[in-house]
């Protein structure tokens, strides 16, 4: 990556310097976008939602992100100065002080042109750390320290973990929502649980209902559950579709995940086109 856009101004990596910002000691408000298919199909959606978290810090969008015409000419073209022409992440910063919102837009090409699912299977464990329910925790700002500390403390072959809420029950992944298939009922924990809650996990929602599957929002989701379910999977514009192989000991299969990334490839697909 070699051109981003700093507040509203395509240029060079070179060129930009933080330092003014940093010495402000901004909260930094971060979002990870796919693009593919030749658009941003989700831009839109996570707009709104860093809308919503400047908001809570009592902060306004900066002028462009209030012109999505706008906004997306400027990602395209900085994803063509790249010459990102597959798919990839768009990675969204905001360093809000007070008032005052900065930002910096960067991106990160993939060589594939869907939107991701993992080949294999990964290893996680439940972690120790707890997640405390806040009226936040839905936002990712809130979530940031936490996910950071529990991918800190990841041992041996593990490459995610579970996070439970300070009531013991199950909240999230790292950086990443958490579902579950059994006889056919897609499971999710709700944000009442104190779940991040981004643009994909809704989507995710909405096509397990239209794939014909009972779809459950539970907010108090026990642990024990997950060693008793078919299949577990995480699912994160920035990450895709992972399929946990196993938790811990338990071994899980693949079925579900697999015809979700068909469908959810088919959306995105409409979506980018409109």
């Known amino acids: 990556m070699k051109t981003l856009i700093v507040n509203g101004e395509v240029c060079s990596l070179e060129e930009v310097s933080m330092n003014r910002w940093l010495l402000d000691d901004p909260v930094i408000l971060s979002q990870k976008v796919w693009f593919g298919y030749g658009g941003i199909p989700l831009l839109n959606e996570n707009v709104e939602s860093l809308h ?11 002028p462009l992100f209030r012109n999505q015409r706008e ?14 022409y597959r ?9 809000v ?15 594939i042109f869907d939107f991701p699912i993992s080949e ?3 290893l996680i464990n439940i972690s120790q750390n707890r997640k405390p329910l806040s009226l936040l925790g839905s936002y990712p700002f809130y979530s940031r320290l936490l996910w950071e500390t529990a991918r800190g403390t990841l041992r041996n072959e593990y490459r995610n973990s579970i996070l439970l809420n300070d009531k013991n029950y199950v909240c999230e992944g790292i950086a990443a929502t958490l579902f579950m298939v059994k006889d056919r009922v897609l499971i999710t924990p709700s944000t009442e649980a104190g779940c991040c809650n981004p643009v994909i996990r809704e989507i ?6 239209q794939m014909g599957l009972k779809v459950m929002e539970v907010p108090e989701l026990e642990k024990d559950l997950l060693f008793h379910v078919e299949e577990l999977f995480l699912v994160s514009e920035a990450s ?5 192989l196993g938790l811990e000991n338990k071994r899980f299969v693949r079925s579900f995940s697999l015809d979700l990334h068909n469908e959810l490839n088919i959306f995105l697909q409409k979506k980018a086109a409109n």
């Open 97 to 111: 002080s007070g008032q005052t919102v900065n930002y910096l837009i960067t991106s990160e090409a993939r060589e």
């Open 71 to 84: 906004l997306f000419r400027l990602c395209k073209r900085m994803l063509n100065k790249n010459r990102f």
């Open 120 to 122: 294999q299977g990964m």
């Open 52 to 62: 919503q978290q400047a908001q809570v810090l009592g902060a306004s969008l900066p």
């Open 204 to 209: 995710v929602l909405k096509l397990g209902h």
């Open 87 to 95: 798919s990839g992440i768009i990675h969204i910063r905001l360093y």
């Open 240 to 244: 895709g579709i992972e399929w946990i």
